[in-house]
């Protein structure tokens, strides 16, 4: 790709630092590294946030105007990302919506399904989560039991679904549930969008290691979706699903990249005024070299995540490739908080709101946060299990 920006994309990258500088709230700048969307009134804020940003046509500038987009290239897609991670501003609160179902119903939606749901993405009017993994179906999300029976024109749902990301907080969820039970594994499962508010549904928060419940059991009794919500072909939902995973770990990566830079330069900053033994940790040789080697590694990432963004651009879906980005993600991410783990020393286990957890305990926060990292959008074994498979061609045995 050519790195070269035009006078236009000079021009836009102006326009995005200025309105920057005068819009990201003080309460949410630099903390979107350290930050769940656990809490309801946080949650209010990031939606409103987002509404901020969409009204200044700022959110999904690289999706098609029909649909509420900018229908922009991909240098000003990147160009806002590396504008919002410069302002340390916060990424949009709907990121499965934008991220994964957008993309998603671009591709396998109906046109009524696109004209309901896009345009109440982009707002955040309704936020959406993403109902795939439960209890015995992981890595192995074949193997899921949750059953859709057809009666009439609506699907009858039964099951569990767990680690179910916002379910507090959603209006709708798109959900992977099992149509044709006597089918192999991967052929009876069918992609469906489930209103969050429809009766038979229970959330139930599971709190996390950093303190905070910021995903959910569902449980799913009786509930009944209209056979209209299914996307794409009933018991071909794998192939949707696919779709949605590749956007998950190949996009979202590349936006998670905006938080990863932010804790960055605030780890830089940390290390420039903790004082030990007479100096800083800036001028320690060793923690020096981790620093380098993160900066580094978040520049291989930034260089990689255009390099997918490119090929999406130009109308091709993201393939198995993308897992090396959320692969290594995952890696800097946790490297990340253990480095600011070492310069912090022993006050880096102080929790907020402690008046002595440095910058008000947020890498406290991080370090426990970063520990799901290689967990979430894949585990690290099964995207190395991906990437020797099907990229490298390794033999599977
Ligand atoms: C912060 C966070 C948010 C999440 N949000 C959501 C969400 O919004 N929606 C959603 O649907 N899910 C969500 N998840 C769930 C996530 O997708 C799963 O946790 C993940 O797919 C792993 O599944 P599992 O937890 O069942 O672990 P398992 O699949 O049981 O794996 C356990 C261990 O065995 C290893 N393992 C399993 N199979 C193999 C294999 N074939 N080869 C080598 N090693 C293997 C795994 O790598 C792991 O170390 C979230 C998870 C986290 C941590």
Known sequence: MDFYFTADQQAFRREVRSWLAGHVPADLKGRGFAASRADREHVARLRQWQ????????????????????????????????????????????????????????????????????????????????????PNAGSDLANLQTRAVLDGDVYVLNGQKVWTSMAHVAEWG???????????????????????????????????????????EVFLENVRVPAANVVGKVNEGWGVAITTLAYERDVLTMIRHISLRTALERLVALARRTKRNGHTAADDPVLRQKLAGLAIAERCLQLNGYRSLTKILKG?????????????????????????????GPYSQIA??????????????????????????????????????????????
């Open 51 to 134: 509404r901020e940003l969409h009204a200044a046509g700022y959110v999904g500038i690289d999706w098609p105007s029909e649909y509420g987009g900018r229908g922009a290239s991909i240098m000003e897609q990147i160009i806002l990302y590396e504008e919002m991670s410069r302002a340390q501003a916060p990424q949009p609160l709907n990121r499965g919506g934008l991220s994964m179902l957008g993309p998603t119903l671009m591709r396998h939606g109906t046109p009524a399904q696109r004209e309901r749901h896009l345009a109440k993405i982009l707002t955040a009017e309704e936020i959406w989560c993403q109902g795939f993994s439960e």
């Open 174 to 216: 798109f959900f992977l549930v099992r149509t044709d039970p006597s089918a192999a594994k991967h052929k009876g499962i069918t992609f469906i969008l489930v209103d969050m508010k429809a009766p038979g549904i229970s959330v139930r928060p599971l709190r996390q290691i950093t303190g905070e419940a910021e995903f959910n």
């Open 316 to 344: 091709r879906p993201p393939g198995p490739e993308g897992s090396t980005a959320k692969l290594f993600w995952s890696q800097v991410d946790q490297e990340l908080a253990e480095v600011a783990t070492e310069i912090i």
């Open 352 to 397: 907020a709101p402690s008046e002595w957890a440095p910058d008000e305990g947020q890498w406290e926060f991080y370090a426990l946060l970063a520990r799901g990292s290689g967990i979430r959008a894949g585990t690290s074994e099964i995207l190395r299990n991906i990437l020797g498979e099907r990229v490298l061609g390794l033999p599977k045995d």
